[in-house]
């Protein structure tokens, strides 16, 4: 006996004004809805002016003919008071609309559930934030919806690819990290460590600096482009002048250049030097770039990684070498 066919969503009805967590269950619904809801990932968004349906609609009545209600009407995604029913306490939109989908436990969605409920039951939102900036939005735009819902989308599916990237990140430097010690130590005794992973995954920064790897540098070249990044722990305050001078004196040395007078202070300062812009360095961040995502036309380096990972293993200082920091975790 074949299944009764499921009914197949065109519209998302919910209202003028709507909130961050209203938004946040809309997109998930277009993302991980159309199993339980076909055609709920291509469907129409239109806004009413109230929180109230049209005299004799329900939410399931609508339901049954292709409309799913958010944050109106009283259904099953709508957390709101009704003359029939109380609200839906320690639930927003957002996470009515996970707990149905079965998403409400995924690692990569709780945060941001836990932000949508805050946003809907608490106040003092710092002005900064994405919930704030889509309640200025709807201050300038109050008749413009979709324009606000449009935004918010390109955000969370920006937030989503980040935060799959980081996942897939976790993995790699599991299997393919080597972890090498800097010559400073920790006030424990325990030595600064160096993770060095060839990847092209940018996330791998913070996958090496959470609380679970905590260590204090990451070499990172990239596969692909051959160009190598170097990032430090900022909690282990590590310093990469020496790193910066022996790695400029080293390229020069590879180009055929004659730096036997050269003197290593010379070569130690912010940016790049004159005449070769394959290593940059960000003396705030203490980090040091053979090119990046913003300057992806730089130059790979002449010099082997592992004479890299060398020159960084004997010219970092680690600050921190007297201090009981711990890192904080950099998952989301």
């Given amino acids: 006996m074949s299944k009764p066919q499921k009914t197949r969503i065109h519209t998302i009805l919910t209202h003028f004004g709507f909130q961050f967590d209203e938004g946040l269950a809309m997109f998930l619904l277009t993302q991980f809805g159309e199993e339980k809801y076909p055609g709920v990932s291509n469907a129409e968004v239109v806004y009413l002016r109230t929180l109230r349906l049209h005299e004799g609609d329900t939410a399931e009545s609508l339901e049954a003919e292709g409309i799913l209600c958010v944050g109106v009407g009283g259904g ?17 939109a957002a996470t009515l609309v996970a707990k149905h989908l079965g998403i409400a436990n995924d690692p990569a969605l709780r945060g941001l559930l836990a932000y949508a409920y805050h946003c809907d039951t ?3 939102v710092s002005q900064y934030e994405i919930a704030a900036a889509m309640k200025a939005m709807q201050d300038l735009w109050p008749d413009e919806p979709q324009r606000i819902l449009d935004w918010l989308f390109a955000y969370l599916l920006a937030l989503r690819a980040d935060q799959r990237e980081y996942r897939l990140a976790i993995p790699i430097f599991d299997k393919e990290e080597e972890t090498i010690d800097v010559r400073a130590e920790w006030g424990d005794g325990n030595p600064c460590t160096m993770a060095t992973v060839i990847s092209s995954n940018t996330k791998l920064v913070r996958v090496a600096f ?6 204090s540098i990451l070499v990172q070249q990239n596969p692909k482009t ?3 990044q170097i990032y430090t722990n900022k909690a282990h305050r590590v310093v990469l002048l020496a790193v910066a001078a022996a790695l ?3 390229e020069a040395k590879c180009a055929g250049r004659d730096v036997s007078n050269e003197k290593p202070e010379d070569w130690e300062y ?3 030097v004159r005449g070769d812009d394959r290593w940059f360095y ?3 961040g203490e980090m040091l770039f053979n090119g990046s995502k913003t300057r992806p036309d730089v130059p790979p380096t002449r010099i082997p990684l592992e004479v890299i990972l ?4 004997q010219k970092a200082f680690c600050e921190a070498i007297f201090t009981d920091e711990v890192p904080e975790d950099a998952s989301l």
Avoid: M, W, Y
């Fill in 226 to 228: 051959g160009q190598v």
């Fill in 210 to 215: 959470s609380s679970k790897n905590r260590r």
């Fill in 76 to 92: 099953k995604f709508d957390e709101h008071a009704t003359d029939d029913a109380p609200a839906k306490e320690g639930d927003c």
């Fill in 282 to 284: 960000f003396k705030k």
């Fill in 122 to 124: 608490e106040t003092g």
């Fill in 248 to 250: 400029r004196l080293e």
């Fill in 270 to 272: 912010e940016g790049t």
């Fill in 310 to 313: 060398e020159i960084v293993a």
